[in-house]
């Protein structure tokens, strides 16, 4: 037999007290310890410092058991945990539901007899889950919880009867959709929460833009702002120019006393464009804004209803 090199035996000597060997490894192990007086020494040594008791095979199989039996029990418990959050998932979406995001809703205020009815209608594949009305002043707020539709829950309508005494202003989920006999459209609902003091506040203007329209009936644009000395002024600068100048011009009126009303110091807008080839500027004061509108522009930041009919005019 070729004689095998001791530090391959000393490698495997390990492996052989610990009974880890198969019989043919054993036999060759042992073969070479009968003649080698080094690894005979090395492995007394190690066999003494081994001081486990041998394996038993019941204990070997009892720990199979044991590991088997732990192991089923893991597994129990993550099914367990699983299951466990797909109710909660399930309850959430099927059964608990949530506060429906108000821009989601078609909300409508009716007025009649004393008596108000606020119906609505939620978006595909919600349903209503639950509807609540709490009254603060003059103010009725009505929350609308939805969840997916299920055959428990199915019904995409609500509509709720409440006494009108008192009540000015409805909102529903947060946003206002009536006050004082007006219906307040989403866009007026919008643009009412950015109202803000400063024209300085480019941020807080640049809400305002968006939601007035500006970039939806102009395209992209700039702006420039005189804030050194009053009046205060907002300049709009049009990137495009105009396709249809009358009707633009027209709501660049509109837009601008929509501006004026929102921005508490505010007291003129300007608009740079080009039309018909020229080079224009368009400026709306706050004085201009009143009389187009009728009424002083700057109660309309203090009503939403003078805010629907300003956007509305």
């Known amino acids: ?38 690894c005979r020494k090395l492995y007394e040594t190690m066999k003494e410092g081994d001081k486990r008791p041998p394996e038993d ?11 088997m039996k732990t192991n089923q029990r893991i597994a129990a418990f993550l099914a367990a945990t699983l299951a466990g959050i797909l109710l909660v998932v399930g309850m ?37 889950r639950s509807v ?10 009505v929350t609308v919880s939805s969840v997916a539709e299920n055959p428990v829950y199915h019904s995409t309508e609500f509509q709720e009867i409440h006494a009108a005494e008192a009540i000015r202003t409805v909102a529903v989920n947060g946003r206002i959709v009536w006050q004082d006999g007006r219906t307040i459209s989403a866009r007026t609902a919008a643009v009412w929460e950015t109202v803000h003091p400063y024209v300085g506040d480019m941020s807080a203007n640049a809400r305002t833009a968006m939601a007035a329209g ?20 907002w300049t709009i600068i049009l990137e495009e120019p105009l396709y249809d100048r009358k009707a633009q011009e027209l709501q660049m009126d509109r837009i601008a006393a929509v501006l004026i009303a929102c921005t508490g110091n505010l007291s003129e807008v300007t608009f740079r464009y080009s039309a018909d080839g020229m080079d224009c500027t368009r400026t709306i004061a706050e004085q201009d804004a009143d009389a187009m509108a009728g009424f002083h522009v700057k109660d309309a ?13």
Not at 14 to 20: A, M, N, Q, R
Not at 214 to 231: D, M, R, S
């Open 1 to 38: 037999m070729t004689k095998i090199p001791c530090e391959v035996i000393k490698d495997l000597l390990p492996s052989y007290i610990d009974g880890l060997t198969d019989p043919v490894t054993n036999e060759i192990i042992e073969e070479h310890l009968s003649t080698c007086a080094e």
């Open 57 to 67: 095979p019941i204990e070997i199989e009892f720990l199979k058991v044991t590991r």
């Open 92 to 128: 959430a979406r099927y059964a608990i539901g949530k506060e429906e995001p108000a821009d989601r809703i078609q909300a409508y205020v009716q007025e009649s007899d004393g008596a108000l009815t606020i119906s609505g209608t939620l978006p595909d594949g919600r349903a209503v």
């Open 132 to 141: 609540s009305c709490s009254e603060d002043g003059e103010l009725l707020n």
């Open 214 to 233: 500006v970039p939806q009936y102009f395209g992209p644009f700039t702006n420039e702002l005189q804030t050194a000395a009053e009046p205060y002024g």
């Open 301 to 313: 930041a203090e009503s939403c209803a003078l805010l629907q009919r300003l956007i509305e005019y």
